[in-house]
């Protein structure tokens, strides 16, 4: 697993990519070309697959 990835995208266009609602609590993050450990980043969990939220990036150890 990558421990860095890049978002580009806005919180509206991932909405319409994958047919998901925006949690009420999710604000827009700032894009980035370098997303590492300890950076927040938008996710769309298998516990609830309908909703984006914000959530804190922790990489996997090596």
């Known amino acids: 697993m990558c421990k860095k990835f890049v978002l580009a995208s806005t919180l509206d266009k ?3 990519r994958f047919n998901v609602l925006i949690d009420q609590n999710t604000m827009e993050i ?13 996710v769309i969990t298998s516990e609830n697959p309908f909703v984006i939220c914000k959530s804190y990036w922790r990489a996997p150890p090596s």
């Open 14 to 16: 991932i909405e319409t």
């Open 30 to 42: 700032p894009k980035s070309y370098s997303v590492s450990n300890g950076d927040y980043s938008f």
